[in-house]
């Protein structure tokens, strides 16, 4: 979550989100025209990139150099690819292919999964584990855990009755997010266990189609967005066997007969009685554009980030200790030529604090790193985490020197 890919008609671009007053371009490349799949390494020069020119190949680049380090093409289009320090999964409708990303070269190909016609995966950015979740089956939401270090199944997991919709890891590896078709209810659920954790219930009026699940890095919220107006934040409260005693009010009185009665209801209904709210929430100025979103920290604050597929990336404070509407504090256009152009109708930064988020945001205009937990440049390796010396043979990865990896050319 500190940096955005974009593909266009053109190429691609990279930018860097450090900043919420500037959105800083990392890179531009006008090379492969109508890019429709582009992904970073991290903050690395290794970049991913497959066109619509040629959707069955994908190209791989070290950006800064300008050189290609590889291409791979397959049987048929490529749906999606997902990268960490350790793997690269190419996702097509009924295949998924393993890759080395060291020397890049093929460990494993998963062959006759359900059709995918999306390309729906995930895989944890954490190396160590480099778990990878994909649909089981069309018709159900089975989903498939797979150890993409060890090359076996790890288990499957019934997370939904529909069909799945949306799958995320949080950064360590250790939950996974999962949405259905009918876009309704969130589950997640542990790693690599599958039991289930948490339920939320996005909403019981209409169905939708979520386009975008993610957790902070810090795995305290879970956020989501649809094709409606309206993104969601739930916040992963912490798991206890033991409930404190109830006051003895009519409301605590009320909460103990729900909570006698679901032991004797329907599974269905008793799991609704158990839903959890929306903790924050967004309401987009649009509504059926495709989107994606982030829960970043920038300048030591949290934030929701939504780019949208007009070419607009929304900058959102988070208040973590109250939650509520989300206030739009910056909106950037992603398809300016040259410097970012930024439309400044919409800094609505309030003109007093309001809210946790507001008040500390105007005591901190020095862009910082993130105090969370993250990926750096330094291997990849959680803050404080030793990396395996099997990992990486040559020390930790670093592709700006002349020992790059990975140090083939196909």
Known sequence: CSSLAIGTTTGYRLFSLSSVEQLDQVHESNEIPDVYI????FSSSLVVVVSHAKPQQMNVYHFKKGTE???????????????NRQRLVVCLEESIYIHNIKDMKLLKTILDTPPNTTGLCALSINHANSYLAYPGSAT??????????????????PAHDGPLAALAFNSTGSKLASASEKGTVIRVFSIPGGQKLYEFR????????????????????????SNTETVHIFKLEHLTDSRPEEPPTWSGY?????????????AQVSGMMSQDRAFATVRLNISGQRNICALSTIQKLPRLLVTTSDGHLYIYNLDPQDGGECVLIKNHSLLGSGKMEENKENDLQPPVPQSYA??????STVPSTSTMPGYSEDGGALRGEVIPEHEFATGPVCLDDENEFPPVSI
């Open 202 to 225: 996005r909403g019981m009026k209409r169905y939708v189609n979520i386009s975008s699940l993610v957790f902070s890095m810090d795995s305290q919220f879970l956020c989501a967005s």
């Open 254 to 266: 009320m909460g103990k007969m729900f909570q006698a009665a679901t032991n004797y209801l329907p």
């Open 140 to 157: 159900s939401g089975e989903i498939v855990l797979y150890d993409g270090n060890t090359l076996k199944t790890a288990c499957t997991i």
């Open 358 to 363: 507001a008040t500390v945001a105007r005591q």
């Open 69 to 83: 380090i590889c291409n791979y093409s397959y049987s048929s289009k490529i749906l999606s690819i997902r990268l």
């Open 38 to 41: 582009v992904e970073r390494l």
